[in-house]
Antibody
Framework: EVQLVESGGGLVQPGGSLRLSCAAS????????MNWVRQAPGKGLEWVSY??????????YYADSVKGRFTISRDNAKNSLYLQMNSLRAEDTAVYYC?????????????WGQGTLLTVSS | SYVLTQAPSVSVAPGKTARITCGGN??????VHWYQQKPGQAPVLVIY???DRPSGIPERFSGSDSENTATLTISRVEAGDEADYYC???????????FGGGTKLTVL
């Protein structure tokens, strides 16, 4: 059974940093691209970042709203996906989901975790 | 940047057909995916690549597209279909994933 379990959310002050993790199981993690998607309270889905399946030459993309502040990475040996978030702002407050893609960027997100909540507030 | 436009809400009576649209420039040339999200839950993929259904998704869910509009059709709507629905594409010109703003389906 495919499982994605996010962790690392919490309360952070504006300007602070936090790292989210996503533990994957039930599939060959290294063979799939992965994404982070967020959802602010009462709002719609917003894609955050993509990392391709290859760790040696990963293609990485970011939404304009987080470019330069967030860094996506993966550890295929640990079946884990990460999102390092710096210079956090109030507008980054959201539930963050990791979602599995496939071989190409236009692949659907076929499995999602349950999400972890980040609150940025003083 | 590429924009996907969805109506904020659609209402339908049980047993009827709901059509949820997603507008985008030349969306017919892209692979469109649709997600269902119920309150407090993670999104679930219900249609991928315009019209394919993942295993476990009822045949009542179908997808189609034309030049500038993609449509998610839910036949014989049930109370359990009440949810938010989002369309999504990959914009290859900018290497960005784009979601529509979402449509709240209300079953009357």
């Amino acid at each position: 059974e495919v499982q994605l379990v996010e962790s690392g959310g919490g309360l952070v002050q504006p300007g602070g940093s936090l790292r989210l993790s996503c533990a994957a199981s039930g599939f060959t993690f290294r063979s799939y691209s992965m994404n982070w998607v967020r959802q602010a309270p009462g709002k719609g889905l917003e894609w955050v970042s993509y990392i391709s399946s290859s760790s040696s030459s990963s293609a990485i993309y970011y939404a304009d709203s987080v470019k330069g502040r967030f860094t996506i990475s993966r550890d295929n040996a640990k079946n884990s996906l990460y999102l390092q978030m710096n210079s956090l702002r109030a507008e980054d407050t959201a539930v963050y989901y990791c979602a599995r893609g496939s071989l190409t960027g236009d692949a659907p997100f076929d499995y999602w975790g349950q999400g972890t909540l980040l609150t940025v507030s003083s | 940047s590429y924009v996907l436009t969805q109506a904020p809400s659609v209402s339908v009576a049980p047993g009827k057909t709901a059509r949820i649209t997603c507008g985008g420039n030349n969306i017919g040339s892209k692979s469109v995916h649709w997600y269902q999200q119920k309150p407090g839950q993670a999104p679930v993929l219900v249609i991928y690549d315009d019209s394919d259904r993942p295993s476990g998704i009822p045949e009542r869910f179908s997808g189609s597209d034309s030049e500038n509009t993609a449509t998610l059709t839910i036949s014989r709507v049930e109370a359990g279909d009440e949810a938010d629905y989002y369309c999504q594409v990959w914009d290859s010109s900018s290497d960005l994933v784009v979601f529509g703003g979402g449509t709240k389906l209300t079953v009357l």
